[in-house]
């Protein structure tokens, strides 16, 4: 063998060195198609001022006392939620909203959940033409119904009754209601209903036992939605209801402005006693409601 073909016999083999990835070449730098964080943090504190804003003005007033103009709710008082509970009569409105509110949930719930379930599950001549109503109807406002349920109710001698603004809530959640039940039971395997069938269970049984268990989020979205909305509905109170011993928060809250004065302090705690329950339900509801209106928005 000739000395070229041992030099290059003994000679290593050449190792070839595939490069990293590249590192920036500073710290702070990004690539060239995302946004600096100023461009995203910019508008969000500007809306989180905006919103918060007004909650904070709303607290400075119910916690400080008459006549000051402190910026500070120092020294703090609850001379106004005192004032609102007892004298304004804020403890009768507030059970009367309380009532109004479950009712309206119950009544809902319970008359959406047999009619989305005929929606969902049975086939009929006139369903589209059905569905198609219930969703026109809810381009009528409120104030057209006023004077038709009105007359039914001074017939049915329900007016001044708490019966008839919880029969207007009622009607009034009612197609939105049927809806996003009916999508969510489309969600629901049929198959499921049918082993239950062959087990034994009629279709009653089988929609207590199978489907209601998984309806859950879906009747907590329409429930709540039902609780918030009789919760904070102005008109029907007032057109309806003429006692103030039957008022409900909304029509309480009007009371304490006049045309002469407005008592600030005693309307900002009177907004605070009205919006801590709608706080307090979506706080603790707000991961089912999210599923189920995700869920019910969208046809299975």
Excluded at 103 to 117: D, N, P, R
Excluded at 161 to 172: R, T
Excluded at 194 to 212: N, Q
Excluded at 254 to 262: I, P, R
Aim: hydrophobic content about 50%; glycine content about 8%; some cysteine.
């Amino acid at each position: 063998m000739s000395t070229l073909d041992e030099a290059t016999v003994a000679a290593p083999p050449v190792r070839r060195t595939v490069p990293g990835p590249r590192r920036p070449a500073g710290r702070g730098r990004r690539a060239w198609d995302e946004a600096p964080r100023w461009q995203i943090y910019l508008p969000l504190s500007l809306y989180l001022v905006f919103t918060l804003v007004p909650f904070y003005w709303i607290l400075l007033f119910a916690l400080r006392p008459t006549g000051s103009t402190s910026l500070v709710p120092w020294p703090m008082t609850l001379d106004h939620f005192e004032k609102v509970w007892t004298e304004r009569g804020f403890g009768t409105y507030f059970q009367n909203s309380v009532y109004v509110g479950l009712a309206t949930l119950a009544l809902t719930t319970g008359v959406a959940l047999a009619g989305g379930y005929a929606l969902a599950r049975f086939d009929f001549r006139v369903k589209r033409v059905f569905v198609l109503g219930l969703l026109c109807s809810q381009f009528v406002p409120g104030a057209l119904l006023l004077v038709p349920l009105f007359e039914i109710f001074a017939e049915l001698r329900m007016i001044n009754s708490l019966g008839s603004v919880i029969l207007a809530e009622s009607v009034f959640q009612l197609p939105l209601s049927m809806i996003l039940i009916s999508n969510f039971i489309k969600n629901v395997p049929y198959s499921l209903e049918e082993a239950a069938w062959v087990d034994g269970c009629d279709r009653l049984t089988a929609f207590r036992v199978v489907v209601l268990p998984l309806l859950r989020p879906g009747l907590i979205a329409v429930g709540s939605f039902a609780f918030v909305h009789s919760w904070n509905h102005f008109l029907f109170a007032l057109m309806f209801l003429n006692n103030q011993q039957k008022q409900t928060i909304p029509v309480g809250l009007n009371t304490l402005m006049s045309a002469d004065s407005v008592d600030l302090g005693a309307l900002a705690a009177g907004g605070i006693v009205a919006a801590v329950p709608v706080v307090l339900v979506f706080a603790f509801i707000q991961k089912w409601l999210i599923t189920g209106f995700s869920a019910g928005a969208v046809k299975g």
